[in-house]
């Protein structure tokens, strides 16, 4: 069973400039999430999707960071712009269901200069 | 705010020894918990889930919950270099909504000395 997958793994960009990460979860999984993990920290949720929709975002910072997950499966995490305060790795991860076993992606680590 | 505690450690164990890493959590409604352990550099992995009282055996593994404490624990016994690693423990909490979200504490970390 192929695991999550996040593109790109690495990006390097300028403050104020814009950036967006993708991710697919595993085949069947119907909730999707994204994570912000700072250095020496635990992954902090940003965003929980239950198929298409959103069910908790309390945690975006939605001056900037948008995120959508059309037809239920793939999913795109948008900043915009950057702050040098972003720099961090971004973590997809899914489950079968809400509350289940989460899985992770291998990240993209972030580094805003 | 909800919340999950850790010793953020290090706590160092000789090879063979038993390591012993500690949670608390602060909801008393919360029924899944998890054990995620994320080598330097890499992402989570899932390495033990509790949901009732008591002890649960996989391997060197062992997860142990006190919903009455607000406890769990993960026991790792013969513990190896490559358990070297810091180790998250991670909480469903419930939302108003009814969904729950994973709530991470910062981590332990492990070093285990050949």
């Known amino acids: 069973e192929a695991g999550v997958a996040q593109s790109p793994r690495y990006k390097i960009i300028e403050k104020r400039q814009s950036v967006a990460f993708w991710c697919n979860p595993i085949?069947?999984?119907?909730?999707l999430y994204w994570y912000q993990q700072i250095l020496g920290q635990g992954p902090k949720l940003l965003i929980q999707?239950?198929?298409?929709?959103?069910?908790?975002d309390s945690q975006l910072p939605k001056d900037r960071f948008s995120a959508e997950r059309l037809k239920g499966v793939d999913s795109t995490l948008k900043i915009q712009p950057a702050k040098l305060e972003d720099s961090a790795v971004y973590l997809c991860?899914?489950?079968?269901?809400?509350?289940?076993?989460?899985?992770f992606g291998p990240g993209t680590r972030l580094t805003v200069t | 705010q909800k919340e999950v505690e850790q010793n953020s450690g290090p706590l160092s164990v000789p090879e063979g020894a038993i390591a012993s890493l500690n949670c608390t959590y602060s909801?008393?409604?919360?029924?899944?918990f998890f054990w995620y352990r994320q080598y330097s550099g890499k992402s989570p992995e899932l390495i033990m889930s509790?949901?009732?009282?008591g002890d649960k055996e996989d391997g060197r593994f062992t997860a142990q919950l006190n919903k009455a404490s607000q406890y769990v624990s993960l026991l790792i016994r013969d513990s190896q270099p490559s358990d070297s690693a810091t180790y998250l423990c991670?909480?469903?909490?419930?939302?108003?909504?009814?969904?729950?979200?994973?709530?991470f504490g910062k981590g332990t970390m492990l070093l285990v000395s050949p």
């Open positions: 991860a899914s489950s079968l269901e809400a509350r289940y076993e989460q899985y």
């Open positions: 085949s069947g999984h119907a909730t």
């Open positions: 991670a909480v469903y909490i419930p939302l108003l909504s009814g969904y729950s979200t994973l709530t």
């Open positions: 909801d008393r409604v919360s029924q899944s």
């Open positions: 509790i949901y009732s009282n």
């Open positions: 999707f239950q198929n298409n929709g959103v069910v908790d």
